[in-house]
């Protein structure tokens, strides 16, 4: 089991960037994948990055070069970077991490706005 919770979202203009981060309730070492999704209103929820424990990652093709994802200097952080981003960039933003079996667990979600 793992608890996650992410900060970092917020108000940007477009062009702008914002950070935003995942911590987990156990190192993500352990962890076979943590990733980040969103979801705008209106709209399902999509995968937006993930990386896996061997060190892979995986973008959707619309945040390919803007947006990075990658470890914390803690163990248990897991962070996104999102620079020129896009008013339809604005969603609510998840942590996800899958375990062993295929087991998901959810944050609560950041809100990133993109707005001028």
């Known amino acids: 089991q793992v608890q996650l919770v992410e900060s970092g979202g917020g108000l940007v203009q477009p062009g702008g960037s914002l950070r935003l981060s995942c911590a987990a309730s156990?190192?993500?070492?352990?962890?076979?994948?943590m990733g980040w999704y969103r979801q705008a209103p209106g709209k399902q929820r999509e995968l937006v990055a993930t990386?896996?424990?061997?060190?892979?990652?995986n973008y959707a093709d619309s945040v390919k070069g803007r947006f990075t994802i990658s470890r914390g200097n803690a163990e248990n952080t897991v962070l996104l970077q999102m620079n020129s981003l896009k008013p339809e960039d604005t969603a609510l933003y998840y942590c996800?991490?899958?375990?062993?079996?295929?087991?998901?667990?959810w944050g609560q979600g950041t809100q990133v706005t993109v707005s001028s």
């Open positions: 996800n991490a899958l375990l062993d079996l295929g087991k998901a667990y």
């Open positions: 156990r190192s993500i070492f352990s962890i076979n994948a």
């Open positions: 990386f896996t424990k061997t060190g892979s990652t």
